[in-house]
């Protein structure tokens, strides 16, 4: 029997959970018992807590414990890494000593009997400090990038610097140039679903209900951070309410929730203030960044010069790819790209959809469109006239690649044929219109993944793996992926994710879910086919384990992006500058779609997300103290169902023989890639004043 | 870009001292303007001359109808309507978002009208009949509005949803989905950062037309 279910449309398995508010999250896991932990942050950026009154505040009603440096328990921290967290540096250990690095850090944790009884008493704890002005401008001369030292390694994933040619002669030579700064705001995640921790103890075992995108690194760390061996600690995350990066990593949260537990001998819940999420657990970086590029008059890229530096704090050196896609994106001999840090008393930085790329791209192709406009060449043109024929940057031909597909089929639905090449030519009544376009890439990753398989006597299976789903539909895909393998109907599939005692899953992000987590879960249920070819029929489940990972040849031998292209229509108020964004257009070259339906739903998410960063997102840190002035929901703008007009994601047939098995290559972060620079070159198109810095507000073109 | 309105809660702390919890800026009915100047005790400690630090053990009885069954319950006075749904009675189909009255996940009907329960407090609404996420199926069937976010997509993490469907419930029923636009506009009190928009929006659109 085949069923062929993978290409289908099907709704999310999970829908009916969803709309009828079945679905857990780690805050709804309440448990007998359990007393509530609120967190008391530093109100001072940088310095020292000089004492905290604790006496009043433990006699208040309900009140059964208040953990500070002075009394918390001496963690053994023992060291423990993955790879998404920062390569050098240590992770801030919380509770440990009276330095505060940064605003909000946890200097306090209060654990009473109910919710209100312990924000009651955490507001009312007085805690002094000796401070100092903390370092958080970047422009602050006493600000000092360096070169991280994971990129200094000849054969870094992330180098700090890279060349061919030489790109820097080449751009002085060449007779049309751009050189520019673009600037890009500090933004925060901002799930709808604060990072929340239900911890629990059974003697030396711990069970967390806890919000995570790695559950079986969540295990790993707090097993690391309380000296207990990692089978001790469960973690448990079968619902993740959106992440876009801030869950990757464990937070110091997480171990002050199995703090108190522990304490208390309660099971204790820590859900963060939404506040707390402004600074506790990670934004995507400021960065500040020099694209400058060169060309001949009929428009072929001679140079390259890109640098950039994105902000850190000043106990670990968080890297993102933020010059990576610069180095094949374009045909050009001459390359040059520099990436550096800058340590602030700030919390670490991580990752944030499109990390790195979302926000170098935007400079690459915001100088692209400004070169176009010197040129007199048609911007998707220009692109064409530069399209290589291999990765020039690692020398290795493309695994698949159709940008230019891409650009003529968005192109296309879009109407760019309508578009007066002109800047401000083209109005809408009073309003001035713009088009403007953009292309976007991102890697195909993939990471070494296990999954199980199990054939049930009722002629149903079920496959267990310690992935998540963050939203995307990874229950829907992966349900598709072991039906079309076992050759069942989907709905004799039973896929459960989320538990790190399942088998072992990478990170859920870097758009490797399907590719890594997909292919086990393909090789489990081959295994578990063979497993019943060769044993008797006696009634009994089968069962069998597999693990899938990348062919070393296959990566030696290709470079493998996915890439697209983004168009969008803004509409500019010249009398007060208010921008609207009228409609987008992206079209995407991913490899095999394995659920069409989900797979629009979360590419529009993601352009949703660029519009956000485009237009909205902007976290503002006080100069005097690092606090977040806009710590909150309705002063962090971020895009609203009014500010969403008509969106439409198009996938281009793509088949790549060698990616993986399955032929994916994974659409979450692309999907944000490329729609802040297509908006930017819009509002040049529709105002003629250039934008390069993000958001793009009210005031920057005002004086159009 | 929302237009919603700033709450009280950032503007309420103190860096060194006391700071006033934002329910208690709610209970005496002050609001942003009252935030910022003095610790102020809780309404029960107030009225009974304990000390502001000493805080209140105080509750007081709340009978609620919620999803048709009544329920009595013993309450906090600065609990809110969402923490009761949650904490206390374990319903957590309804999310707290933002607990500031901005993001919409805590939408319920409250007397048939939309509200956000993170920022009315449970002691407020003796006697109110509530409708929740969990009371919305009819003998196992979905309600029109549920199962058209499932077949428009109209959610992905899944977080916002609940929020999203008592929120699209409340606009049918006030007569605000008319058109795309004219749902747009109402639904934006309610914010999905996965960005379902446009299925959420063509989800109440199905749904109004067949009400």
């Given amino acids: 029997m085949t069923t062929n279910v993978i290409g289908n449309p099907l709704p999310r398995v999970d829908g009916r959970a969803k709309v009828t508010g079945a679905a857990r999250y780690a805050a709804d896991f309440n448990q007998g018992g359990q007393a509530y932990a609120v967190i008391v942050g530093a109100t001072v950026g940088l310095g020292r807590v000089t004492g905290i009154e604790t006496a009043p505040v433990e006699k208040m009603p309900g009140v059964v414990a208040v953990i500070t440096h002075r009394n918390a328990p001496r963690l053994p921290y023992a060291p423990h890494k993955s790879y998404i967290d920062p390569a050098t540096g240590e992770r801030l250990h919380v509770l440990q000593d009276d330095q505060v690095r940064f605003y909000g850090q946890p200097v306090a944790i209060v654990v009473a009997d109910t919710l209100d009884q312990a924000e009651r008493a955490a507001a009312a704890l007085r805690v002094s400090y000796t401070a100092e002005r903390p370092l958080v401008d970047p422009a602050d001369p006493k600000a000092r990038p360096v070169v991280p030292e994971a990129g200094k390694q000849p054969d870094a994933r992330l180098p700090a610097d890279t060349a061919r040619g030489n790109a820097d002669s080449a751009l002085a030579d060449a007779p049309v140039k751009v050189d520019a700064i673009y600037e890009i705001a500090r933004e925060n995640h901002n799930p709808m679903e604060p990072h929340a921790t239900v911890a629990a103890w059974n003697g030396n075992r711990l069970t967390l209900w806890s919000k995570s995108q790695f559950v079986v690194n969540e295990q790993a760390e707090i097993a690391a951070v309380f000296g207990l061996p990692p089978e001790n600690v469960q973690v448990i995350c079968p619902f993740i309410g959106g992440a876009f990066g801030t869950s990757l990593r464990t937070w110091p949260h997480v171990t002050l929730a199995a703090m108190a537990a522990r304490q208390v001998e309660r099971p204790v819940k820590l859900v963060l203030t939404r506040k707390q999420m402004f600074f506790m657990t990670g934004h995507r970086p400021r960065t500040l960044q020099r694209m400058a590029l060169g060309a001949t008059a009929d428009g072929k890229l001679t140079s390259i010069v890109h640098e950039g530096t994105g902000e850190t704090s000043r106990y670990e050196e968080f890297m993102e790819a933020l010059t990576s896609v610069t180095t094949f994106l374009y045909s050009t001999p001459n390359v040059r790209t520099r990436y550096r840090l800058l340590p602030l008393d700030i919390g670490t930085p991580n990752h944030m959809r499109g990390p790195g790329e979302a926000s170098g791209v935007f400079a690459l192709e915001c100088a692209v469109d400004e070169l176009s406009y010197k040129l007199g060449i048609d911007p998707i043109d220009l692109r064409r006239r530069n399209e290589p024929a291999i990765d020039e940057g690692e020398n290795k031909p493309f695994s698949s690649r159709s940008l230019m597909k891409c650009h003529d089929l968005a192109a296309e639905r879009f109407g760019w044929s309508r578009r007066l090449p002109v800047p401000r030519s083209m109005r809408d009544g009073r309003l001035l219109v713009g088009m403007g376009m953009a292309s976007a890439s991102y890697p195909a990753f993939h990471a070494p993944a296990n999954a199980r398989a199990r054939l049930l006597p009722d002629g149903t299976a079920e496959v267990e793996v310690a992935a998540s789903d963050m939203g995307p539909g990874t229950y829907t895909s992966m349900t598709q992926v072991a039906a079309e393998t076992l050759g069942l109907p989907v709905e004799r599939v039973r896929l459960s994710l989320g538990r790190s005692d399942y088998p072992p899953a990478p990170s859920h992000g870097g758009s490797w879910t399907m590719a890594s987590v997909g292919s086990a879960i ?177 005031e920057d073109v005002l004086s159009v | 870009m929302h237009e919603l309105a700033d709450s009280s809660g950032t503007g309420a702390e103190q860096p060194d001292g006391p700071r006033l919890v934002r329910r208690e800026v709610l209970a005496l009915g002050g609001g942003a303007a009252l935030a910022a100047t003095m610790p102020v005790s809780a309404p029960r400690a107030a009225a009974t001359g304990t000390s502001p630090a000493a805080g209140s053990t105080a509750t007081v009885p709340v009978r609620l109808v919620v999803n048709g069954r009544e329920v009595s319950v013993e309450v906090d006075p600065r609990r809110s309507l969402l923490d009761v749904l949650r904490e206390t009675l374990g319903l957590t189909g309804t999310k707290k978002g933002c607990n500031q009255g901005a993001c919409g996940a805590c939408t319920v009907l409250l007397n048939g009208r939309r509200i956000v329960s993170c920022l009315t407090l449970a002691a407020m609404h003796e006697g109110a009949e509530i409708k929740t996420i969990e009371g919305l199926e009819t003998n196992g069937e979905l309600h029109p509005l549920q199962a058209a976010f499932v077949e428009h997509d109209g959610l992905q993490c899944g977080f916002c949803t609940p929020g999203q469907i008592m929120s699209g419930i409340g606009c049918i029923a006030e007569g605000h989905a008319a058109s795309p636009d004219e749902i747009r506009f109402w639904m934006s009190g309610n914010i999905c950062r996965c960005g379902a928009y446009p299925g959420i929006v063509a989800a109440v659109a199905d749904a109004a037309k067949r009400a």
């Fill in chain 1, 522 to 698: 393909r090789a489990a249920c081959m295994a578990v086919q063979e497993e019943a070819a060769r044993r008797p029929q006696d009634g009994r489940p089968v069962e069998a384990t597999a693990s899938a990972q990348r062919d070393p040849d296959v990566a030696a031998r290709f470079s493998m992006h996915s890439f697209g292209a983004v168009f969008a229509e803004v509409a500019v108020d010249p009398d007060v500058g208010t921008i609207r964004l009228r409609r987008a257009v992206g079209a995407y070259g991913i490899g095999r779609v394995v659920n069409p339906r989900l797979a629009r739903s979360q590419c529009i998410g993601g352009m949703i997300g660029g519009i956000g960063m485009a237009l909205m997102e902007r976290t503002v840190l006080d100069p005097r103290d690092g606090r977040p002035v806009n710590a909150h929901m309705a002063d962090y703008l971020l895009p609203v169902n009014l500010d969403i007009p008509q969106l439409e994601a198009h996938f281009v047939e793509e088949i790549d023989p060698h990616v993986n098995a399955l032929g994916v290559k994974g659409l979450g972060e692309i999907a944000l890639v490329g729609m802040a620079p297509a908006i930017a070159n819009a509002v040049f198109h529709a105002t003629g004043k250039r934008v390069r810095s993000l958001p793009i507000r009210i």
